[in-house]
């Protein structure tokens, strides 16, 4: 029985405390908000699986593979497209009601999917059903535990990450800071991160702002590999509103189609598959045509799909378009990109296994390889469920280092002599400046000397320092690390590829076509015992 330290309790944390505990671990769940928060709460379109007679793994595998435009790692896909199915079916055990009709389960297409593969619940509220059901799943178990006096299962709420601890190499526990204001130790035999992506590191996202890449920046700073994390994949459609809520590519697969702000069908024009094409070249063509149009939104037209499907199937977008005061069964909605998905973050192998012993990664926190350069629609959730599930199963053989973390693969050019991440300059970070700097430099479109200037920028800044910071500026600092990280590897990539692009090489480089490994200096981290954890209680896991 291992003593296992969850956080982050979307579907990568959930799915992992519960299988978890099931295998015997005594497990201690944390997560920064409430139990519910989190981004898997609001993803629409659904979870991609190959489970329909018309489907099969390899047509999944191939769909996954191109839209990673050359940068995945096949086993990784083989792995996602394979298992996706058992970890569907263990979701439905779970109690999540996947949408159906008189002939089963109900699918819908997404773009870059050669099969309509994709599984949907209340319509495109498939998030918030897949949440709702694993919360009450953790929550019983937790209850259960309780009501016969054990701790198989504890959770923490409103309690955020501050680092973590290693002790020479390993990772053995955590800093924490809880509801009440004070700092906690946490020794676990093994962490696993399911903290989510960092879409708050850019002005317009359709994530929640708790979305502050806290797993990426505390596994950093500690000293573990990351990989990729140049690629952050923008949707290309969310409301054009305050708040920028996601309008699911789930629209454009019922027949939406997007219009110039003069009424015009653009993206036939652009690719053969239009308004279905991959994600960064619908979101770039969008990017594009706004800036033809003096900056305004483009329009997508949902017109003809008629009110009643558009209620019935898309009940979440008809409330937010009647909240900003649209109703988009009769007239076109106004939309833009905005920053949507990690592809980068703490390197795995196939178990969930980062390059430090004792700390796992699952969900967006992770790059495992099964997105390369761009994420195929509807993926992530899977990758979750399929990631959180190998690395419980990995957790008895844990100490093991995966070959892919060997110092010839560790590439040191991108930030590796810890320099940006690592620089303190003389103002404090304010965190909407850093998030406007970041979506000019390191957005949609890039170039070096943007991406040059912004690298200077963020070398004047310096964060709150962390042994007494809040949570507000505890957050902050992660995404003033991340976004040095992110520009530094946007800088050293010197092509364009899946959602990095760079107008002063457009084009992709077959010589550039593998991941770029990052950390830092081993002597900035190999016994890393947080200055704050002296002076902290420790709690029991
Ligand atoms: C969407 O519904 O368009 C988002 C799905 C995804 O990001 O995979």
């Given at each position: 029985m291992a003593r296992v330290l969850v956080v982050g309790s979307g579907l990568g944390g959930l799915i992992a405390a519960v299988r978890a505990t099931d295998a015997g671990h005594r497990v201690t769940l944390v997560t920064k908000a409430a139990l519910s928060d989190s981004n898997t709460r609001y993803a629409q379109g659904g979870i991609a699986a190959a489970?329909?007679?018309?489907?099969?793994t390899d047509a999944h595998i191939l769909d996954t593979l191109r839209a990673g435009a050359g940068l995945c790692d096949p086993a990784a896909v083989t792995v996602l497209c394979e298992e996706g199915p058992a970890r569907v079916r263990d979701l439905i055990r779970f109690g999540v009601d996947f949408d159906r009709d008189e002939s089963g389960i109900t699918r819908g297409l997404e773009a870059a999917h050669s099969r309509s593969r994709v599984l949907h619940a209340g319509g495109d509220a498939t998030g918030f059903a897949i949440e709702t059901a694993l919360v009450a799943t953790v929550q019983e178990r937790a209850d259960r535990a309780h009501a016969h006096g054990g701790d198989q299962i504890t959770i923490h709420d409103h309690t955020m990450l501050v680092d973590l601890v290693v002790d020479d190499g390993r990772v053995t526990g955590a800093t924490l800071l809880g509801p009440d204001g004070a700092r906690h130790t946490v020794a676990a035999d093994a962490v696993i991160l399911a903290t989510g992506g960092a879409g708050a590191l850019y002005k317009h996202t359709t994530n929640p702002a708790i979305a502050t890449g806290d797993g990426v920046a505390a596994a950093w700073r500690a000293g573990a590999t990351i990989a990729d994390v140049e690629f952050y994949q923008f949707h290309p459609t969310a409301l054009a509103v305050p708040g920028t809520p996601l309008v699911s590519e789930a629209v454009r697969g019922e027949g939406a189609v997007l219009l110039s702000s003069t009424g015009e069908r653009f993206m036939p024009a652009i690719h053969p598959d239009a308004e279905l094409a991959p994600r960064d070249i619908v979101a770039r063509s969008i990017a594009a045509q706004m800036k033809a149009q003096g900056g305004a939104p483009v329009l997508l037209d949902a017109t003809g799909l008629g009110r009643e499907l558009l209620e019935s199937r898309f009940p979440t977008i008809t409330a937010a378009c009647r909240a900003a005061g649209l109703d988009w069964a009769i007239e076109p909605i106004p939309v833009a990109p905005a920053a949507h998905y990690w592809m980068g973050g703490v390197a795995t192998d196939g178990w969930g296994r980062t390059s430090l012993p004792g700390l796992f990664a699952v969900g967006e926190v992770a790059r495992t390889g099964a997105h390369g350069a761009n994420r195929l629609a509807s993926n992530s959730l899977l990758e979750a469920a399929v990631f959180a599930d190998r690395a419980v199963r990995a957790l008895d053989h844990s100490t093991g280092r995966h070959p892919?973390?060997?110092?010839?693969?560790?590439?040191?050019?991108?930030?590796g002599d810890g320099t940006h991440s690592d620089a303190a300059g003389d103002s404090l970070v304010d965190r909407a400046t850093l998030q406007n700097l970041l979506w000019e430099a390191a957005g949609v479109h890039r170039s070096g000397t943007g991406l040059t200037a912004a690298a200077a920028t963020l070398a004047d800044w310096q964060a709150a320092d962390r042994a007494n910071a809040t949570v507000n500026e505890l957050e902050t600092g992660n995404l003033l690390d991340l976004g040095r990280l992110i520009v530094a590897a946007a800088l050293a990539r010197e092509e364009s590829r899946g959602a990095h692009h760079r107008a002063d090489f457009p084009g992709s480089r077959p010589e550039l076509a593998r991941p770029r490994f990052s950390r830092r200096p081993e002597s900035l981290w190999r016994t890393l015992v947080p200055a704050s954890s002296s002076a902290s209680e420790a709690i029991a896991c």
């Open positions: 489970l329909f007679p018309d489907d099969s892919l973390f060997n110092a010839d693969t560790t590439d040191s050019t991108v930030a």
